[in-house]
């Protein structure tokens, strides 16, 4: 059964299950350790300690870091993860990487969540777009010195009538410690007033939507022991992440229950609902009746079918008609001489046909008639002095 209808076929709201959209996707990273073969030093916290150090290899696999160890299946007792070069490589503010995911497709996107594997980041950025080529917006930032490196106040929620597409900054997970382990997870929806009325929050339903999304990694923490600029200290600071994902569905406005490649590979809603386009985000051609809605909990806003009697599959929304009747479908080239938004009656100066649907011309003679327009029978109204059925005849 199809989840886009219930039991009795009628139309209601359905979406894609939920994902980790990351799985498996690559990340493009703008900066790796290990091409050439560089050492780094695990962070112990403590001063004048002998760190352990290993040799990060891009070369090698069981020594590489690569940005595909980002979005892999995640396994607590075997972690793989990407890393960056060191300090020494002058990987620090006001240097940043960028780790871009290409979803391939807009997603409502849930929760942005990253495992750290050294401590987290001093100042990170989440930014997103809604297109391929649309700027990016920033979503979220992390930061101990929010007003110093992004100009935003430290805080935690957007208050009422405020803009609820404002990415906020928080200071809650900058902290050095833990060394490793930490857990950083951004949800969309969290702090924003209009998240209880989701349905009906044009501003919010936009605010999830992403295709694209990217961390900006903008200043490492530290204990301060780099300003002695020993390379072993400078080595043991660097960007690591074990896991990068992304929980959300395949954006289909309500209108379909899964997302599939389409012939030429890229991911599309497998729309219902009469609707179409990728995102299901227009009603099929036909379909004009009434405009395009998002699917709700209580209306699958279903695209409807224009009314053209048979004579026409062509028609467009015409809102003024849709206003004055309800029914806002135009019909365009109504076949066989008909006319009307529904192709309901004859074009001017014909009639119609009475053993078929179509329309004839009235063929009334110009000189003889009173009107070009015939009655319904085909008859025409004659001058004084003329008749015939075409008024072509001198009485
Ligand atoms: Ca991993």
Redesign the pocket.
């Known amino acids: 059964m199809d989840e886009c209808s219930d039991e009795r076929g009628r139309p209601q709201r359905c979406m894609p299950e939920f994902v980790n959209a990351a799985f498996n996707v690559t990340v493009v990273a703008t900066n790796t350790c290990g091409s050439p073969p560089e050492e780094y030093c695990v962070q112990t916290g403590a001063t004048g300690v002998t760190k352990s150090c290993h040799i990060c290899d891009a070369r090698d696999p069981r020594n590489h870091h690569g940005a595909a160890?980002?979005?892999?299946?995640?396994?607590q007792q075997d972690?793989?993860?990407?890393q960056s070069q060191t300090m020494l490589a002058g990987i620090q503010y006001p240097n940043s990487i960028n780790l871009t995911l290409h979803l391939g497709k807009a997603f409502d996107i849930t929760y942005v969540r990253l495992k750290f594997h050294t401590s987290r980041p001093e100042s990170f950025a989440i930014y997103k777009r809604t297109s391929e080529g649309s700027p990016w917006v920033p979503y979220q930032y992390y930061s101990s010195s929010c007003e110093k490196t992004y100009q935003k106040a430290n805080s935690g929620f957007v208050r009422t009538g405020q803009d609820e597409q404002q990415a906020l900054c928080t200071d809650e997970f900058s902290d050095i410690s833990p060394l490793t382990g930490g857990n950083v997870a951004f949800s969309t929806l969290e702090g924003r007033p209009s998240a209880y009325n989701f349905d009906h929050s044009p501003v919010l339903q936009d605010w999830v939507t992403a295709t694209d999304i990217r961390v900006t990694l903008n200043r490492l923490n530290t204990f301060g022991d780099e300003v002695l600029n020993d390379p072993k200290v400078l080595k043991s600071y660097y960007y690591a992440i074990?896991?990068f994902a992304v929980g959300g569905r395949c954006k289909c406005n309500g209108h379909a229950s899964e997302c599939m490649r389409n012939d030429g590979g890229r991911l599309v809603c497998n729309c219902k609902h009469n609707t179409a386009g990728d995102d299901c985000q227009e009603c099929q051609p036909f379909f004009n009746d009434r405009l395009w809605r998002r699917a709700t909990a209580d209306s699958a806003n279903e695209c409807l079918p224009c009314e053209c009697n048979g004579k026409s599959a062509e028609c467009h929304f015409d809102a003024e008609l849709y206003r004055a009747t309800g029914h806002g479908g135009h019909c365009r080239n109504c076949a066989d001489n008909t006319d009307g938004p529904n192709c309901e009656r004859c074009l001017d100066n014909y009639y119609r046909d009475p053993d078929a649907s179509r329309c004839l011309p009235c063929l009334c003679n110009p000189v003889g008639s009173v009107s070009l327009q015939c009655d319904d029978r085909g008859v025409c109204a004659c001058k004084a002095g003329v008749t015939g059925e075409k008024c072509d005849t001198v009485a």
Do not use: C, G, K, P
């Not at 972690?79 to 990407?82: A, L, V």
């Open positions: 160890y980002l979005t892999d299946y995640n396994n972690t793989t993860w990407w074990s896991d």
